[in-house]
Nanobody, 128 residues
């Protein structure tokens, strides 16, 4: 069992930055690939970024590439999402998720049905 708790979401002006954190319980955090997804009001949940269990490979959605960076610290059981140059269209609830499916290639994890555990989400609001 893995429990995930996101934090760091808040109201920020366009062009600003935020760093989201997702703290995981359990001693097997390093065995999971991790992902960030987001859901805006009235829209479907969408993939944002993912990172393999070792942190050796990452993959970002085209909409955030060059602005967002996913990383992880297995010693702290935490995955991060650094978000720069934020835009109003980034406004959403951001969720982290853990996948027990093994792959050395991060692009495998763009599908949300590969994830076994989900956090409750943290709200990010970007004002124009």
């Amino acid at each position: 069992q893995v429990q995930l708790l996101e934090s760091g979401g808040e109201l920020v002006q366009a062009g600003g930055s935020l760093r989201l954190s997702c703290a995981a319980s359990g001693r097997t955090f390093s065995r999971y690939a991790m992902g960030w997804f987001r859901q805006a009001p009235g829209k479907r949940r969408e993939f944002v970024a993912t990172i393999t269990w070792s942190g050796g490979d990452t993959y970002h959605a085209d909409s955030v590439k060059g602005r967002f960076t996913i990383s992880r610290d297995n010693a702290k059981n935490t995955v991060y999402l650094q978000m720069n140059s934020l835009k109003p269209e980034d406004t959403a609830v951001y969720y982290c998720a853990a996948s027990s499916t093994y792959s050395s290639r991060s692009y495998v994890y763009v599908k949300d049905n590969l994830y076994d555990y989900w956090g409750q989400g943290t709200q990010v609001t970007v004002s124009s």
